[in-house]
Structure formats: C-alpha cells, structure tokens
C-alpha cells in the first residue's frame, strides 16, 4: 500500500497502549509525542491545568521554526472516551480486513500520528515559515484544553487543519454545541390531596411543550442550508425528578441541549428559555423555574474560498461539507486561523467498541498533510 504504513501503524500502536481517558492524566502521550518532535528540531511548550476532578492535564505547542505566527497547525486531541472493559483489546492495535481497531484509533490518534510521521519525516524540506503540531487535553469533555489555550493565547496559526474523523473530506464549518439546566420547582404532598401541593413534573411539562413548539417553529426561521439539519436543533436528553409514585414532586430537573448554526448566537435558545420562564410565571405567580447555563460552545463557517479548504478538496479529491457536531475549529479561528477539520476514519465507528481506522486513510492522510506543509510552510 505505501512504506509509510509500517511506521505509521507502529506510531499508532503506542498511541492506543497509552490509556488517555478524559477521566485520566494525559501526560504520558504528551511526553511521547514532545520527545518525539524534540528530536526533530522542535521546540515544546506545555501548558498545565487541573481538571475538576483534580486530575492533571497538559496542552502541548511544539513548533519548528522563527516567526511569531505559524504558517499551519496540526490539531489533534489526545483525550479518548472510555471503553467497555469488556473490550479485551481497546488499547492493543489488532488488525483486520485493512482496518485498524483500538480505542482512539479512529478519534483521533490515527490523525495524530499522521501528524507526528509528517513533522518528523528526515525528508522534510527546511521550512520558511512555522509548522505548529498541537495536542489538547479534554476535547470529549467540553473542548477544555482548546480553551485554555485560546485564554492563553497559545497556538496562533495562518492555517490549522483540525484533525478529526471526517474520511479524508474537508470540513469547513461545524454547528455550536451548548447546554442548561432548568430545574422547575414545585410543593411535595401527598399524591391523594394535590390541590394542597404542586407538581413539579407536570409544570416541567408545561415549560418543555412550550419549548418544543418554539424550537420546532421560531428556531427554524434561521437557516443555513449549508447543514442538514439547515437550523439551529435542540434535544432535551436527560430528565429526573420526584422521589415517590405517591409523592407530589417538588422538583424536576431536565437538561436542554442545542447546536446553533454559525450565523446565530449562542444566546439565542437561552433567551428562549427566559421567555418562556416569564410566561409560565405570568400564568401562574407561584410557577417557579431557575435556568442555568452550563456551555456555549459557538458554531464556526471558514470561507469555501480558503486557501486551506481548496487545498485539501485538491489534494482529497474530496468536496468539502459541513458537520452538526463539534470540534475544536471554532478555537483555532479564535486564534487567528482559517481552520479546516480533517482526519481519517469515520465519526460514525468513533466512541463504540471496535473503533477502527482503515489503514489506507492513514496513509492518505498522512500524504496530505505532508502536502499540506510543503504549501504553507516551504511555499513548495
């Protein structure tokens, strides 16, 4: 298939050997990966943080080369979902039917040792302008570690091609990712006599038909047809409350999720939820409901236009489309960059037992990017 395949298979394989749960320290990925880009000519930056859970956690920023703004970045994100215990295998590369399985195989260490193989190559011209390889923490668990290095100011780039399992297709705008709680108050009481309390789940109801009948109506107003879904979404996917089947309940509590498309703020759904708060509490003063805000995660649109999305579409083959889940693009533009997602694999066999990455994306992959710095960073 192509001699980079060894390599970049072996790269891989100690990839997958390290657990980097987004529970778990990601340091010893980020010590293999800086020795590996030191000893290329790299210089590393490391940027340290506590997660909430206490756990340490590290960004890494290594570059090649003088000026202050690179010319390209390679985003990768070293955190993984968990996986069941019951896959044996998840962190030993096996391979079957041109396809390699592991957990992070696909997202997205695959893309991280395409980058790792193109940066080090001992055949890679002397660059005229920077080369970044970027490796964030927590990426599953909030986009964390690309935050706080947006916050820092850390990993300003031209171009950054953002890795993540798109199969190889350029991906030039992905929707927001946000989420509230709204918890709805009521009066406990037994359930034989409930004019002498209050449901808090029947009131719950009355705030989640309204908000169905907006996001169904009003959300749809603004279109992007460049997505499918063309409109800002919205899924209420957790719900509890009560304590007993015979207790009037007190509380209830639902988590509301929505992906905004780039054109429309993130502010919108909350505004819509204070709306419909005010007029629940309008058509009855003792309705009581709090909303609290836990993401906003904004939508990004880099122009069809760039130069790093028509390159990839030539050197892929490969049209570029949008995306309605998030990625790490939104940070890197915040940092200055026209940013493309890109990556092998398929999203659709990512965060599942038997994850896999086809080895003939990884080496097309890996040419690209290869590609990729020879146009932005040697002007070849």
Known sequence: MSDTLPALRATLAELVALDTTSSRPNAPLIDYAQARLEAAGFTAERQHYTDDAGVAKVNLVARKGDADRAALALVGHSDCVPYDAAWTDALRLTERDGKLYGRGACDTKGFIACALHTATRKDLPKLDAPLLVILTADEEVGLVGAKKLVA?????????????????????????????????????????????????????????????TLANTVLREDRDEGFQPPFTTVNVGLIQGGKAKNVLPGSCRFTVEWRPIPGQAAERVPEMLEHIRQELTRDEPAYEARIKVLRMDRGVHTRGDADVVRFLEEVSGNASETVSFGTEAPQLTELGAEAVVFGPGDIRVAHQTGEFVPMEDLVRCEAALTQAVARFCTGG
């Open 152 to 212: 820092a100011g850390l990993g300003r780039a031209k171009h950054a091609i953002v890795g993540e399992p798109t199969r190889l297709i350029p991906v030039r705008a992905n929707k927001g990712y946000c989420l509230a709680e709204v918890e709805v108050l009521g009066k406990e009481g037994h359930s034989a006599y409930p004019e002498l309390g209050a449901s808090a789940i029947f009131r719950a109801g009355r705030f989640l038909h309204r908000l169905e």
